[in-house]
Each structure stands twice: as structure tokens, then as C-alpha cells.
């Protein structure tokens, strides 16, 4: 009886030695940045407020993938199909050949 106690004691002391504390109080963190303050990069210049649709150019966020047409990605999705089933069709082969 005293052993499992002692043993139940030990799993939580240890489990909670694992939980994160915090190190600041949350008051300090609950603090709201003031909405006039202008951020000035290294140049001088205020940095944009934010990226929009608008603001965007066309091939930002464009990788050489995006850049294919779809006959040029046919053949990478094939692969990656038969990738993935090759596998398992591979592992029902050896279970009938087993039989």
C-alpha cells in the first residue's frame, strides 16, 4: 500500500517537473502596443504597415512548381502515387505468396 503511494507520488512529482511555469506575471503580458508608434528600418524609411493583395507583385509567393503547367505536373503526381501505393501492393504480393 505504502509502496504504490509512494510510487503514485513519484510519477506525479515527476510529470510535473515537465509543466512549463511561467516567467513573467501575466499582467505584464497583457500589455497593448500603442497604435502610433512608426517602425523606421536601418534606411530611414517607414516600414509598410502591411502585404496586401494589392501591394503584392504577381510572383511573390510563387514557387517553380506553381510556375508549371498542369502536363508539366502530371508526371510528379503519378509518382507520388505510385510512390505511396507501391508499398502496400508490394506487402499483399508477399502475403498471398506466403499462403
Known amino acids: 500500500m505504502i509502496r504504490s503511494l509512494?510510487?503514485?507520488l513519484a510519477i506525479i512529482a515527476m510529470a510535473s517537473?515537465?509543466?512549463p511555469q511561467p516567467t513573467t506575471p501575466l499582467t505584464t503580458l497583457r500589455t497593448t502596443p500603442s497604435s502610433t508608434t512608426?517602425?523606421?528600418q536601418i534606411g530611414g524609411e517607414p516600414e509598410r504597415q502591411a502585404l496586401t493583395r494589392d501591394t503584392e507583385p504577381d510572383d511573390f509567393f510563387v514557387t517553380?512548381?506553381?510556375?508549371?503547367?498542369d502536363g508539366e505536373k502530371l508526371p510528379i503526381a503519378i509518382m507520388g502515387l505510385v510512390g505511396?501505393?507501391?508499398p502496400f501492393?508490394?506487402?499483399l504480393i508477399?502475403?498471398?505468396a506466403a499462403k
Do not use: C, R
Request: charged share 10%.
Open 84 to 86: 505511396i501505393s507501391l
Open 6 to 8: 509512494l510510487s503514485i
Open 17 to 19: 517537473a515537465f509543466t
Open 64 to 69: 517553380n512548381t506553381d510556375k508549371m503547367s
Open 94 to 96: 508477399a502475403l498471398y
Open 89 to 91: 501492393v508490394a506487402g
Open 38 to 40: 512608426q517602425i523606421y
